[in-house]
């Protein structure tokens, strides 16, 4: 899985790999999500997609590794079909997981993956697409939340 964000180019790639599972990879680059999705597309494999918090730390750390700068905005594989609603009580908010590698994405969500930078719009017309959002933190590190 690989995520791409709108900031300039690191110095190196960076990579995590899980103890099992797909690796993860931060490729820097100004683009769409369409053009994101191709991009990872191009490399086999797809926009990162998180299904608990051990993903969600493994791809923190791989962007701070990249010494990403915040706010940065990365995009993955966070998309709400036209035909779905924004759901406030859900932790997606209606979002869904695009599915990698011809594998089906997780469904269930925990609630601490539910932090939202800034609440999507309320709508039921229009795809969107979300990214995780990383603002830059007084304390400990980056703070993050998924931003439409």
């Not at 709108?6 to 100004?30: D, E, I, Q, Y």
């Not at 079909?81 to 695009?98: D, K, N, V, Y």
């Not at 601490?112 to 795809?127: I, V």
Request: aromatic share 6%; charged share 20%; hydrophobic share 40%.
């Amino acid at each position: 899985a690989c995520a791409l964000g709108r900031t300039p180019p690191p110095p190196r790639a960076a990579v995590r790999c899980p103890p099992a599972g797909a690796c993860f990879s931060a490729h820097l680059a100004n683009v769409s999500y369409a053009e994101a999705r191709g991009a990872c597309d191009q490399r086999r494999g797809g926009l990162a997609w998180v299904s608990g918090e051990p993903e969600l730390r493994l791809l923190l750390g791989l962007l701070a590794e990249a010494a990403v700068p915040a706010p940065a905005l990365f995009w993955v594989g966070l998309k709400r079909s036209a035909s779905a609603c924004t759901h406030e009580e859900q932790p997606l908010r209606g979002f869904s997981w695009e599915g990698v590698g011809g594998g089906a994405a997780p469904q269930e969500v925990p609630v601490a993956l539910g932090r939202w930078a800034q609440e999507p719009l309320r709508s039921c017309l229009t795809a969107r697409c979300a990214g995780l959002h990383l603002a830059a933190d007084p304390g400990d590190g980056p703070s993050w939340g998924w931003k439409e």
